[in-house]
């Protein structure tokens, strides 16, 4: 398994030359093929293992872009052909004004906002509550109501609080091991930022992992700084031509999620066009359900994970499992 940070400068990723360009969605796509193809040049070995490409939460984006990037260069014969089989994402970013739109709904249905809010909404807005018409004010306050009502939560996972508190990471840590990780502070921490935060900083970690001494500063899990261009609007029309190439595909949404809420997911695949070959049903860990799913005829499957959020460390058993039997071609 590669695991690449990417635009460079994230995580502990770092260029020896200046960057002529700024970093986008299109260019990072072609710079993780570039990447591939370089990395198999010297780890020829490799060459013949069947290669999938997987992320999520805004790999919705660059993943199936990329897939079409290396599929291209497998049709142009460039040198080190890449065995390419598939992709998988999880919670994928694909259209941001769809997910916008999605979120109302997504939260009536999981008792987040009353019937009432969600009828005047509907009325108000048409659906559409990404790009409001200014002049649209009913529409807008509406909105404004809805956004109090969510603001409380945390939108990665309605199930868990919006945030845990500590002075400072070792704090947080013997907290942890004392079963009682609530300590006030001014000072507001996810779990994962804090402790991941702690690990990557880590002397003994960064010399473990081969990390170059001076490469990079202090390591952040999620580095917005780096200017950025997102200029794919939307990944669906890349889903349609991976799609027509044949390549099998495994999207999977946690149902508790509204930052990429599944009905979104769910209506971007339908737009697809493909009909179902596997119709919506659980499937099961040890006689329990573990999620439900559906598969479609460009050999696309989707899947849900219960009771998980925006990312797969939320349900990390359930996960593995997922993404093991599908890779290895067994039915979910």
Sequence with gaps: MIFLDQPVGTGFSYATTQLLDTPS????????????????????????????????????????????????????????????????????????????????????????????????????????????????????????????????????????PLCKMASSPRRYIEELVLANPWVPSTDCYTYTDLISSHWANNESVREALHVVKGSIGKWVRCYVEIPYNKNIKSSVPYHMNNSIKGYRSLIYSGDHDIEVPFLSTQAWIRSLNYSITDNWRPWMIYNQVAGYTQTYANKMTFATVKASGHTAEYKPNESFILFQRWISGQLL
């Design 25 to 160: 969605d299109s260019g990072e796509a072609k710079r993780i093929h570039e990447f591939l193809r370089k990395w198999l040049s010297k780890h020829t070995e490799f060459k013949s293992n069947p290669f999938y490409v997987g992320g999520d939460s805004y790999s919705g984006k660059i993943v199936p872009a990329t897939v079409q990037e290396i599929s291209k260069g497998n049709d142009l014969g460039f040198e080190h052909q890449i065995n390419l089989q598939g992709y998988v994402l999880g919670n994928p970013a694909t259209n941001t004004e769809c997910e916008k739109n999605y979120q109302i709904p997504f939260a009536h249905g999981m008792a987040l906002i009353s019937d009432e809010l969600y009828e005047s909404l509907t009325r108000s807005c048409k659906g559409n509550y990404a790009n409001v018409d200014p002049l649209n004010t009913e529409c807008l306050n509406l909105i404004e109501e809805f956004q109090k009502c969510i603001s409380g939560i945390n939108l990665a996972f309605i199930l868990e």
